[in-house]
């Protein structure tokens, strides 16, 4: 029985800016800070291969309201409406109404709401009262993926049933203002806020690229390189700099042997569907596929339209390739990292 996906739909916060519009709001926070430090960062933000990010807040409260209780209260707020709409939105588009979905999930780590945010969307939707509900909250920016293997495989044990995978991330409400460490400049410097809805389907009927197989990696050793801190001022992200080493280091058995299960080399696949974790990552992982000869052109637009939004991103990437008319029989590798360490993936045929 095939298990496919029908559709995907973003959905951007209302605040906005480009990053050479960040850059005054930076200074001010810099203010008092080393001039060379203030130059490091500065640069920091201006090479980050973003050029512009959405975030449930803007500018002024990012920088200026400092309590968690704040900051989280706006995330449940804005969470819930970015939530609503994408998921509407990849409703439509798979010509589909709320009460059509069996099976709802959703993924978030850059914030606390209990009940979680898929109580909040059965209520405001009124979607079946026998829903089964998965809330993913602690797997970071390989969420998004997980909760597409989560999907597919209660799927896969139900015909004629549809799931809904709903990612939202607000990593500027984790924006640490009395931090000046290069974790929280970093972190502050590539990420942006977003949410994406997907719609996977056992139906036989439905359209969409099937999903033949998928499996989940996991590095020994390394629950340090990734993840967040819970503080009196919020969640503090971990970010080890040495994260693109390591995925350069562990790539040939992340990809090699997940494709020869299937029969299939790096040649076979015409499309890859990566999450940008950030510049240097997607430098690494560029070069890793350029000597393969394959891109990642999508993955490097998203990351300079959007930034990096934790879970949600690489479904930005992947409604690039679903809005188009791709040929029949074509393939494709979704992939992701996330805390733990892991890598999670993916394989699409159209």
């Given at each position: 029985?095939?298990?496919?996906?029908?559709?995907?739909?973003?959905?951007?916060?209302?605040?906005?800016?480009?990053?050479?519009?960040?850059?005054?709001?930076?200074?001010?926070?810099?203010?008092?800070?080393?001039?060379?430090?203030?130059?490091?960062?500065?640069?920091?933000?201006?090479?980050a291969a973003v050029d512009k990010r959405y975030s449930i807040m803007g500018?002024?409260?990012?920088?200026?309201?400092?309590?968690?209780?704040?900051?989280?209260?706006?995330?449940?707020?804005?969470?819930?409406?970015?939530?609503?709409?994408?998921?509407?939105?990849?409703?439509?588009?798979?010509?589909?109404?709320?009460?059509?979905?069996?099976?709802?999930?959703?993924?978030?780590?850059?914030?606390?709401?209990?009940?979680?945010?898929?109580?909040?969307?059965?209520?405001?939707?009124?979607?079946?009262?026998?829903?089964?509900?998965?809330?993913?909250?602690?797997?970071?920016?390989?969420?998004?993926?997980?909760?597409?293997?989560?999907?597919?495989?209660?799927?896969?044990?139900?015909?004629?049933?549809?799931a809904a995978v709903i990612a939202v991330e607000s990593p500027t409400a984790?924006?640490?203002?009395?931090?000046?460490?290069?974790?929280?400049?970093?972190?502050?410097?590539?990420?942006?806020?977003?949410?994406?809805?997907?719609?996977?389907?056992?139906?036989?009927?439905?359209?969409?690229?099937?999903?033949?197989?998928?499996?989940?990696?996991?590095?020994?050793?390394?629950?340090?390189?990734m993840g967040f801190k819970l503080r009196n001022t919020g969640l503090q992200?971990?970010?080890?700099?040495?994260?693109?080493?390591?995925?350069?280091?562990?790539?040939?058995?992340?990809?090699?042997?997940?494709?020869?299960?299937?029969?299939?080399?790096?040649?076979?696949?015409?499309?890859?569907?990566?999450?940008?974790?950030?510049?240097?990552?997607?430098?690494?992982?560029?070069?890793?596929?350029?000597?393969?000869?394959?891109?990642?052109?999508?993955?490097?637009?998203?990351?300079?339209?959007?930034?990096?939004?934790?879970?949600?991103?690489?479904?930005?990437?992947?409604?690039?390739?679903?809005?188009?008319?791709?040929?029949?029989?074509?393939?494709?590798?979704?992939?992701?990292?996330?805390?733990?360490?892991?890598?999670?993936?993916?394989?699409?045929?159209?």
């Amino acid at each position: 029985m095939a298990v496919r996906i029908t559709s995907v739909a973003k959905q951007l916060p209302e605040h906005t800016r480009e990053t050479k519009d960040i850059l005054p709001f930076v200074e001010l926070w810099l203010d008092g800070q080393d001039e060379r430090f203030k130059r490091k960062v500065l640069k920091i933000f201006e090479n980050a291969a973003v050029d512009k990010r959405y975030s449930i807040m803007g500018p002024e409260e990012v920088f200026l309201k400092t309590s968690f209780e704040e900051k989280n209260d706006i995330y449940i707020r804005e969470c819930i409406k970015l939530a609503e709409k994408s998921l509407v939105k990849a409703l439509d588009k798979a010509s589909l109404k709320a009460t059509d979905i069996d099976y709802i999930i959703t993924v978030s780590c850059t914030g606390i709401m209990i009940p979680s945010l898929d109580a909040y969307l059965i209520n405001s939707l009124k979607m079946k009262q026998d829903i089964v509900r998965l809330p993913v909250t602690e797997m970071g920016c390989a969420a998004g993926v997980s909760g597409i293997i989560y999907a597919k495989n209660f799927l896969k044990a139900n015909p004629n049933k549809r799931a809904a995978v709903i990612a939202v991330e607000s990593p500027t409400a984790t924006f640490q203002l009395e931090d000046y460490s290069m974790v929280n400049i970093v972190s502050a410097a590539i990420f942006g806020d977003g949410c994406a809805s997907v719609i996977l389907s056992s139906y036989e009927d439905e359209k969409g690229p099937e999903i033949k197989d998928e499996a989940m990696y996991h590095f020994y050793d390394a629950n340090h390189m990734m993840g967040f801190k819970l503080r009196n001022t919020g969640l503090q992200m971990v970010l080890d700099q040495s994260v693109p080493q390591t995925i350069a280091d562990h790539f040939p058995k992340i990809i090699h042997p997940f494709l020869e299960k299937n029969n299939l080399k790096i040649e076979d696949i015409d499309h890859l569907v990566f999450h940008p974790g950030g510049k240097k990552i997607v430098q690494t992982v560029e070069d890793l596929f350029g000597e393969l000869g394959k891109n990642i052109d999508d993955t490097k637009e998203v990351l300079r339209l959007y930034g990096n939004m934790s879970s949600a991103t690489v479904l930005y990437v992947l409604e690039r390739f679903m809005d188009r008319d791709l040929p029949k029989g074509n393939k494709g590798v979704m992939l992701s990292f996330g805390p733990g360490f892991s890598a999670q993936r993916i394989l699409l045929e159209w």
